[in-house]
């Protein structure tokens, strides 16, 4: 399984510093992924967590002021990158094209997308899910060389931080959806996943891992999480 940790735009230089104290310590058999602030990106020192960015620039090195590309992002040992997310594109607007363009960037420096995808709660009550789903994820991977290296993280965004999830069902259906059009890539769940509905989460063999929000900052509750998950007592 794998476990990414969103941190979002939370836990600042001296926080951060203590979170990685707390995780040191944390038990799991599965992969641990921290996505730390960008800023973090340079203090992070998990030996046994893997490390991720939360955004990458679309473009380039260059005159693009405030952006980090994804060249920068591998001189810090960065592996994976959450593009996508439902967060920068609602606040951010980020285009079909622009997350297309950081996919395409983070594939030439060899840094492998958490690609986020997901339906409103609007859409889902017009019955649009797959069909923002496909768009979502169509648009994201063209010309991509090695599409079946993405992780794709389906995150409901009527989900996230509400402390409602779908239906399992719900998520059934959207992951063999998901694997219809990419059969071969690791999909995670996202959305107000915790230690109170992981007993349900996991019974879901289509679902490789979670990408936590919340939850990333509770290093307490974390470890509930992952000995429910590892069947750990
Ligand atoms: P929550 O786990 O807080 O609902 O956030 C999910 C998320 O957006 C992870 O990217």
């Given at each position: 399984m794998i476990i990414a940790l969103?941190?979002?735009?939370?836990?600042?230089k001296i926080e951060f510093e203590e979170y990685q104290n707390q995780l040191e310590n944390i038990e799991a058999t599965s992969q641990m992924i921290v996505c730390p602030t960008y800023l973090n990106v340079n203090a992070f020192r998990l030996k046994k967590m893997n490390l991720g960015a939360q955004n990458v620039s679309?473009?380039?090195?260059?005159?693009?002021?405030g952006e980090i590309s994804a060249e920068d992002l591998k001189t810090y040992h960065v592996e994976y990158c959450i593009v996508g997310h439902s967060e920068r594109r609602q606040?951010?607007?980020?285009s079909f094209e622009e997350i297309n363009h950081k996919l395409l960037r983070l594939e030439e420096n060899e840094i492998i997308p958490i690609l986020c995808i997901g339906e409103t709660k609007e859409e889902r009550e017009q019955n649009k899910v797959k069909e923002i789903l496909k768009e979502e994820l169509e648009s994201a991977i063209?010309?991509?060389?090695?599409?079946?290296k993405i992780i794709i993280a389906y995150e409901p965004i009527w989900s996230i931080g509400t402390g409602i999830i779908p239906t399992k069902e719900e998520i059934i259906e959207v992951f063999e959806f998901i694997k219809t059009i990419l059969p071969n890539n690791k999909i995670l769940y996202g959305g107000s996943a915790n230690e109170k509905n992981i007993e349900m989460l996991k019974?879901?063999?289509?679902?490789?891992?979670f990408l936590l929000g919340g939850l990333s900052l509770k290093p307490n509750e974390l470890q509930t999480f992952i000995n429910i998950l590892e069947n750990r007592n």
């Open positions: 969103n941190n979002k735009s939370n836990l600042n679309a473009t380039t090195k260059g005159a693009y002021t606040n951010q607007h980020e063209q010309d991509l060389k090695e599409k079946e019974t879901i063999s289509q679902i490789d891992g």
